[in-house]
Every structure is written in C-alpha cells, then in structure tokens.
C-alpha cells in the first residue's frame, strides 16, 4: 500500500483525514481505534507489522516517548524494505529515529499542527539525504490538502514545534479569555464566541494578505485616547508580550527535553 499510519491520534487522525481527500491507498494502526478511523476514512485496518511490511510511506504517529518502542520490533522489516519513515514526533531528530528503526533508511521529520483536517495546517518537514526528490515531491502534492508546507532546517524544529504545533492552543486560550472578558461586560456567550472567532479570522486574513506587519496593523486600529489604547495597556500592565514569548520559549524547552528521554 502507498501510506500508513501507526498511531492515529489527534494530529495523525487529522493527516489521515487530509490524505484521504488525495487517496484512499492507506493502512491505520492505532492502539484502540483502528476500525473505526479507517472506517471513517475508507481506508483499511491492521497491525504495525502489517504497516512496515505493506506501506511505503510511514506516518509515526505515536507520543515521543513510545516511538523508540514501536520502531524496536519492525527493525528488521524496516532495514528489508527501507520505507520513507514520516515522524511527527516532537523532539525526535533524525539521527535519533535512525537509531531506532535500526537501519539508514529515508526519513521525513515533520510538525503539522491540528487544523490540517481544514486544509489550513501549518506543517514543517525537514528530509534526511536518502529522500528521494520525486518521492518528496508526490508526497507533498499528496498531502496538499492539509494546508501550508514547507521545509525548515532540523534545528528549528523545536521552534516550529512550539510556535505553529503548539500555536492552536494559544489562540484558543486567548480566544477563551476575549469570550470571558465580552461576557463580564453584559455579552451572552454565544454571541462573544461568535464575535470573536469573526474577529479572530479577520486579523488572520489581513496579516496573511502582508501588505503591513503585525505592529504596523495594530497601531492603524488605535485613535489617540481611545479605548482600544486603554486595553492594551492592560495587556502591557500584565506583561503581556512578555508571557507571549516566554510560552514559546517553555514549548520549546519542553520539546528539546521529549528528544532526550
């Protein structure tokens, strides 16, 4: 078969889901869902030994700290076969998932992130020497409707992992505490969710049309003496930029010390 899955959680499942709008040539082992995922996508279910030995693309899709144990009992099928091996695995350098599947074969270390079921991902991969060019380049148009992809050097990897991987959950934190502060002002939820996921969108399509950098356009929506002045210095009184940056730097962190267990 062309792709498989080990591990198919959140991010796998949202690969998966994104892969299938191309094919339906794909093979999903996941430790509790295996059936149901494929049945969702119309794809096939099986075992990890039946991914390596039929798959010749292999999405890793297990937590970091399983994937050493997962790669253990395939090593000699791996080392037969020599699939492209595809790691979503924080922290994981390639070097490392090398060690373990015990064998040079092509790797593709990515980090996606969870909107990828939408097609408006953020991915990053960075590929060993042994990747085939054209393969690389069938894989990517395979995988276009996951979004945006594009390839980074292995030592931004962690960054990526903390910005763009991890990112979603600090949109959704902030977007709960614009619902929160709407609602402290008289605004039934409904209508602050509302309001915010239109705002939310809206800046992210002006920043994306890059016509004016984030600062430039936060300073055209602010009028001397007006409210919206009023609070972010609210957000500066709170330190906020600073809180901003050290969220980044703490995934970050977090993620160096995943690929060292």
Not at 94 to 103: C, I, Q, R
Not at 127 to 132: E, G, M, R, T, Y
Not at 202 to 223: E, F, N, W, Y
Not at 234 to 258: S, T
Request: proline fraction near 5%; charge should be negative; hydrophobic fraction near 40%.
């Amino acid at each position: 078969m062309k792709y498989g899955f080990i591990g198919c959680g959140n991010v796998g499942g949202a690969l998966a889901t994104a892969l299938a709008q191309s094919t339906r040539d794909i093979l999903i082992c996941n430790r509790s869902t295996s059936a149901s995922v494929a049945e969702r996508l119309r794809c096939r279910a099986g075992t990890a030994y039946e991914v390596a030995q039929n798959c010749d693309r292999i999405f890793i899709g297990v937590k970091p700290h399983m994937v050493r144990d997962v790669l253990l009992p395939l090593q000699e099928i791996l080392a037969e076969r020599k699939p492209l091996l595809i790691s979503m695995a924080a922290g994981l350098t390639v070097s490392t998932l090398e060690n373990y599947a015990g064998t040079s074969l092509p790797i593709l270390r990515i980090m996606p992130n969870t909107p990828v079921t939408l097609g408006k991902g953020m991915t990053a991969y960075t590929a060993n020497d042994l990747v085939d060019p054209r393969i690389l380049s069938d894989f990517l148009s395979d995988m276009a409707p996951a979004g945006l992809w594009e390839e980074t050097r292995e030592d931004l990897m962690d960054t990526v992992a903390a910005l763009s991987g991890s990112g979603p959950a600090y949109t959704y934190y902030f977007a709960e505490a614009m619902c929160q502060g709407a609602v402290r002002c008289g605004m039934e939820p409904e209508a602050a969710l509302r309001y915010t996921v239109q705002t939310l969108e809206g800046a992210a399509a002006m920043l994306k049309k890059g016509d004016h950098t984030p600062q430039q356009l936060r300073i055209a929506v602010c009028s001397p003496g007006g409210s919206t002045l009023s609070g972010l210095k609210a957000l500066d009184d709170g330190n906020f930029a600073e809180l901003v940056a050290a969220c980044i730097k703490a995934a970050h962190d977090r993620n160096i010390e995943l690929g060292k267990m």
